[in-house]
């Protein structure tokens, strides 16, 4: 790689991670003001303490928060690391995309699905729900992407179309059944109707083969969240174990799971595949 095209690649890898990030503060606002009943489209930014509306300095991602010592430049009242660490997640998540797929549409379909991922996590994070609105966005990007390849760049729309839903049934119907039978079995909610909803759009994304994948990804990712959580501490009754077990909700689980398929799912396909041959 010359020099030329190594200054050009940092260059897009860096404004992808600028874009991120300001799509992510965005992204953290709007899963906020859900919980707050205000609107995402009408209103100014404001400090979340004392009200006062910010100004353009106050809201450059991750640097304003650093400059600001994690306080609000008026009421000093501190501000969560919830804002910068949003930015900066899903800053990395567009780095990383644009460094796999380069500047494609295929980059641009899994970078807004990213962020509607993020949306997901965080809302699920503060209600226990995943909203259907999110999903629906979810499957509105699948579907302008497939529209997209089929008609600019002369592929087989249908085709496509017709394999996203098989990868999105064949994942989902299984896990619906699953879960059916365990709620019959446990007596309780095993797994909420936005997972298994989301775990249909992955199918959609990804096929039903990186799905299964995706599946052991987000068991392992969701057992180490609930460990983290206070879930690996022995010292409770079965009570406390229980309220433990729904400290940590499964849906940002999910969304580590799908990242980690757009950037390694198809290598690992692959590589299980070759197992075979």
């Known amino acids: 790689m010359s020099f030329g095209s190594l200054s050009i690649s940092a260059f897009v890898v860096i404004l992808a991670f600028v874009v991120g990030a300001c799509i992510g503060s965005f992204v953290n606002c709007a899963s906020l003001r859900r919980g707050t009943g205000e609107s995402v489209l009408r209103g100014r930014s404001h400090c979340p303490e004392c009200g006062k509306q910010l100004s353009a300095f106050e809201l450059v991602p991750v640097i304003s928060w650093l400059v600001q010592k994690g306080a609000c430049r008026h009421c000093k009242k501190p501000l969560s690391l919830r804002y910068p660490a949003t930015e900066i997640v899903l800053g990395l998540v567009f780095a990383l995309l644009v460094w796999r797929y ?64 098989i990868g999105g049934f064949a994942i989902g119907i299984p896990l619906l059944i699953v879960v059916l039978v365990a709620d019959r079995v446990l007596g309780r909610d095993s797994m909420g109707g936005g997972d298994l909803k989301l775990f249909f759009v992955a ?59 757009m950037l390694f799912g198809a290598d690992l396909v692959g590589w299980y595949d070759s197992l075979f041959v």
């Not at 997901?120 to 994070?125: G, K, M, Q």
């Open 203 to 261: 199918g959609l994304y990804f096929g039903w083969q990186q799905c299964l994948f995706l599946v052991i990804v987000a068991c392992v990712v969701g057992i180490v969240m609930a460990f983290v959580a206070g879930g690996g501490d022995s010292n409770v009754d079965e009570d406390d174990a229980s309220v433990r077990h729904r400290q940590i909700p499964f849906g940002p689980a999910i969304a580590v799971a799908c990242v980690f398929t």
């Open 102 to 165: 380069g500047v494609t549409a295929q980059f641009v379909e899994l970078a807004a699905f990213a962020s509607v991922l993020l949306y997901c996590s965080l809302v699920d994070l503060d209600s226990w729900t995943i909203p259907n609105a999110a999903i629906v966005a979810a499957i509105a990007i699948r579907v302008a992407y497939i529209a997209v390849a089929g008609l600019a760049f002369e592929g087989d729309a249908v085709s496509l179309l017709l394999h996203s839903l």
